[in-house]
Each structure stands twice: as structure tokens, then as C-alpha cells.
Nanobody
Framework: QVQLVESGGGLVQAGGSLRLSCAASGRTFSCYSMAWFRQAPGKERDTVAAITGKDSNTYYADSVKGRFTISRDNAKNTMYLQINSLKPEDTAVYYC???????????WGQGTQVTVSS
């Protein structure tokens, strides 16, 4: 089992930036993909961005393209989400998730709150 712990959330004004981190510990795998999800109040949990375990290929939801950047540092077992040009609609709890390549998202963090004021 892999433990995932998010950090970096907070309250920020619209137009500001944040960098979220997701530290992984526990078992290690040769191929482990990771992703960021977010859930706003009263809404479903949606995928924000993902990064594959093998080639670090990235995926972004249309709503965040050009503003969010996902990356990973395998030496530190940490994934990041750089969030720029924040909008009030980005307000949500952000979760990191991980899973063996091709096996879905089996591991989840507890979430970190991001609140954007207008």
C-alpha cells in the first residue's frame, strides 16, 4: 500500500498562484501513475491532471490547460501541481491519487483545501 499526503493548499486571491505537493511513502513500484483530482462543494470529484509512471506523459482537463502544471520528482517520491492565474471556480478540495500503470487509481490522499477569493 502507498500512503499519499497532500500539502500546499490555502486561501489565495484570484489571479494568484499555489503549488500543491503530494508525497508518497510505503511500497514503491517500477511504474506508478499519479493524478490530481478536485471536488467542489456539491459537485462530483473531477480529474484535474495526470502524469504517467513510465514516460511522465501528462494530461490536463480543458478547464485548467495553460494554468496548471503537473510534475513529479521520482527521487523524492513527490508529485506537484503548480496552479497559476487562480479563479474562484478553482475553489475545491484537491486530492492526489496514484496507481500501478494501467490499473486505475487505487491510492488516495486526504485532500488539501484550495480557496480562491474574488
Amino acid at each position: 500500500q502507498v500512503q499519499l499526503v497532500e500539502s500546499g493548499g490555502g486561501l489565495v486571491q484570484a489571479g494568484g498562484s499555489l503549488r500543491l505537493s503530494c508525497a508518497a511513502s510505503g511500497r514503491t513500484f517500477s511504474c506508478y501513475s499519479m493524478a490530481w483530482f478536485r471536488q467542489a462543494p456539491g459537485k462530483e470529484r473531477d480529474t484535474v491532471a495526470a502524469i504517467t509512471g513510465k514516460d511522465s506523459n501528462t494530461y490536463y482537463a480543458d478547464s485548467v490547460k495553460g494554468r496548471f502544471t503537473i510534475s513529479r520528482d521520482n527521487a523524492k517520491n513527490t508529485m506537484y501541481l503548480q496552479i497559476n492565474s487562480l479563479k474562484p471556480e478553482d475553489t475545491a478540495v484537491y486530492y492526489c491519487a496514484g496507481g500501478l500503470c494501467g490499473k486505475g487509481w487505487e491510492d488516495w490522499g486526504q485532500g488539501t483545501q484550495v480557496t480562491v477569493s474574488s
